[in-house]
């Protein structure tokens, strides 16, 4: 019954998912699918930038390639329903994971069913059709290989280095990964017993184990497509696009007054009272994950969804001690066969037709614009329709593959034309000669009093109107 419950959480509760389904709003997965399409077209790994006609040539990897392919197959089979579906389950599995492994913890369902809905509020962060959502799956089950060894089952760890190679293909939270197992090793190397830590230390062949896996996984990075250069992908993320991390609203802190900041809060406060009230003997490891995945979390909004799933599951334990305990451990199949029942039907009523989800689509994106763009075209463009623009086959200025742009100077230079800064000497240097812009953005108005440029299609939009702009030829030279 739970698990039917929790599977039918997102589809009613998600902003993506419920009455609402934003999740078409999410400008990066039609370039995600034009990925998807080219890669399985050509069978060869994306290594140059196939897209934007201001990075032609230019180096540019698909660091996201194997998430991709799924929601391309559903996309092909149903449409804009299939990438419905697999974001729907792809979030569902996620919060089952995360249950599975507080119920392993607390030997609770109650509290086991409590911390994953307080997870669900951390995740609606990146509730989307996010590849990212893959790579929490795969920190899910990393975290319960390391939860199975606690328990005596050491032989799992030899799992973990076909892990990190399917992860780096599946995200560059892979890095995070290893950072985690690193955390585990380094805090098991000593005995601690003060207070409320206590804790052996490793033995020396579990450490030489360790050790070994370690660096089994750290070398099964190299297994992909790219190379060392799918590796190097996240630190070039930190180090490398300043500009992207500064801009970009899920890269900012936490906002206490959000969906998520407010679940940040609970979360951290049940767990504080319920070690008040009844304490455990704690591993350092556990409190060092726990540190590092809040403070990322407050630190990055994006990060809420990290700090679920490391933080949940030990949750559920503290819950466990607090809250009353089951009063009957026997199940009643006939009232869990109807709430399944009823929680199927939901399903099948809830899930969202093609027609409603094409009309989601042409609120948020001027499709009969793009539709009509030239591929011979020079166009100007916001990066939110970019990802459009490269599923339907147009060039591009530019799209939110912020990393490739950001290196070359393109994603500075985009914003100042959008802004009407240095414009016309930027669109020049491109050779821009058509521009795809809202009717509220300062180039719109720019061009509207500009001699030489004229509105050749309208298309409303959000909250607003899309334009689309042409630039009338030159004279030809007269003798």
């Known amino acids: 019954m739970n698990m039917a419950l929790l599977i039918l959480l997102p589809m009613v ?20 699918l034009s990925n998807a399409r080219l890669l399985l077209a050509t069978h060869h790994a994306i290594q140059t930038d196939p897209y934007a006609f201001t990075a032609v040539g230019q180096r540019w990897i698909d660091w996201e390639w194997l998430s991709e392919i799924p929601y391309w197959y559903s996309y092909q089979v149903f449409g804009l329903r299939g990438i419905y579906l697999i974001t729907w389950l792809v979030l569902a599995a996620n919060l089952i994971f995360v249950y599975g492994r507080g119920y392993w913890l607390a030997r609770s369902a109650d509290a086991a069913l409590w911390s994953t809905a307080i997870a669900f509020f951390l ?6 059709p996010r590849m990212i959502e893959f790579a929490y799956l795969a920190m899910s089950a990393e975290l319960a290989i390391l939860e199975a060894v606690d328990r005596g089952h050491k032989r799992l760890l030899w799992l973990l280095p076909p892990l990190f190679c399917l992860w780096i293909n599946l995200h560059g939270t892979w890095l ?5 197992l690193g955390i585990y090793i380094a805090c098991g190397v000593f005995s601690l017993n003060l207070g409320a830590f206590e804790q052996r230390a490793f033995s020396r062949n579990m450490r030489v184990q360790l050790l070994a896996v370690f660096l089994a996984s750290a070398l099964l990075l190299l297994v992909n497509p790219c190379g060392w250069r799918l590796v190097w992908q996240p630190f070039d993320m930190m180090f490398n696009q300043k500009l992207s991390v500064a801009t970009l609203a899920e890269w900012q802190p936490l906002s206490l007054s959000s969906m998520e900041g407010r679940g940040v809060v609970i979360a951290i406060a049940l767990m504080v009272i319920a070690n008040c009230i009844r304490g455990r003997k704690w591993k350092v490891y556990e409190l060092a994950m726990i540190f590092f995945a809040w403070y990322t979390a407050i630190n990055h909004h994006r990060f809420t969804y990290l700090a679920a799933i490391i933080t949940t599951p030990m949750l559920a334990r503290d819950l466990s001690r607090t809250i009353a305990k089951d009063p009957n451990t026997n199940t009643i199949p006939k009232a869990n066969l109807a709430m399944i029942a009823g929680a199927v039907c939901a399903m099948v009523f809830f899930f969202p037709s093609e027609a409603s989800l094409k009309k989601m689509q042409g609120i948020m994106f001027p ?8 591929p011979s075209w020079r166009t100007y463009n916001e ?3 970019g990802g459009m623009m490269d599923l339907q086959s147009k060039p591009v200025f530019i799209d939110s593959r912020f990393d490739s742009f950001e290196h070359l100077g393109v994603m500075a230079e985009a914003r100042s034309i959008l802004d009407g800064r240095n414009a016309f000497a930027l669109m020049d240097k491109y050779r821009v000669d ?25 298309e409303k939009a959000w909250q607003g109107e899309y334009l689309l702009f042409a630039k009338d030829p030159a004279p030809a030279a007269t003798q």
Request: glycine letters at 6%; aromatic letters at 8%; charged letters at 20%.
């Open 383 to 385: 990066d939110y329709v």
């Open 13 to 32: 509760a998600a902003p993506t998912l419920n009455y609402a389904r934003t999740l078409l709003v999410d400008p990066d997965i039609w370039w995600h």
């Open 123 to 128: 995740m609606t962060v990146n509730s989307g």
């Open 367 to 374: 499709m009969q614009t793009i539709a009509s763009i030239e």
């Open 176 to 180: 995070v990964g290893l950072g985690l």
């Open 434 to 458: 058509h521009v795809l812009v809202k009717d509220d953005k300062q180039i719109a108005y720019l061009l509207q009093h500009t001699a030489g440029w004229r509105i050749v299609r309208r």
